[in-house]
């Protein structure tokens, strides 16, 4: 049998990124296509998740994405994602999404994306994850209502 793995912390999995939006990126009426930031989202669960297995990672699960504000061409999409849950091989990742306007600063938040991951070994087989380790009593909250939302996804894969 082997040994289990070390926890890691919450935050040496976070991962933020920036991206300009442009013209190719939006519809006719200026606003961000909703696909491209699914793209961004899915790139972002996966790079944190990524970060904590320390392996290459598939897409197995997206809860939802509600789009609560329009992106339009010029913003800067802000993404941060961070896990906040793992199972045996599989990780759960938040992601926070925020429009801003590099003119003037003005940042408004878009959407949170919960997403489920899968860590590969190098045969391309499920692999064991590390546990994750809240430090804070946000990460823990949110490790909680992970744990509430993966059980919700067991019970409907019944």
């Not at 793209?39 to 297995?53: F, I, P, S």
């Not at 994405?65 to 993404?79: A, E, Q, S, T, W």
């Not at 992601?95 to 489920?116: M, S």
């Amino acid at each position: 049998m082997t040994e289990p793995l070390p926890s890691k912390p919450v935050r040496a999995s976070r991962v933020n990124i920036a991206q300009l939006m442009h013209p190719e990126h939006a519809n006719l009426l200026g606003n961000v296509h909703g696909g491209w930031i699914m793209k961004l989202v899915d790139e972002a669960g996966a790079l944190a998740c990524m970060r904590h297995a320390q392996r290459r990672v598939v897409t197995v699960a997206i809860d939802s994405m509600v789009f609560r504000n329009p992106i339009k061409i010029g913003d800067l999409v802000l993404l941060s994602a961070e896990v906040t849950f793992t199972g045996h091989t599989s990780m759960e990742a938040e992601v926070q999404v925020q429009a801003e306007n590099p003119i003037t600063g003005e940042r408004t938040h878009t959407n949170t994306a919960y997403l489920v991951y899968v860590a590969l070994d190098d045969q391309g087989k499920p692999t064991p994850v590390p546990p994750v380790r809240a430090e804070t009593e946000d990460e823990k909250r949110k490790m909680e209502s992970a744990k509430e939302r993966q059980a919700l996804r067991l019970s409907e894969r019944k």
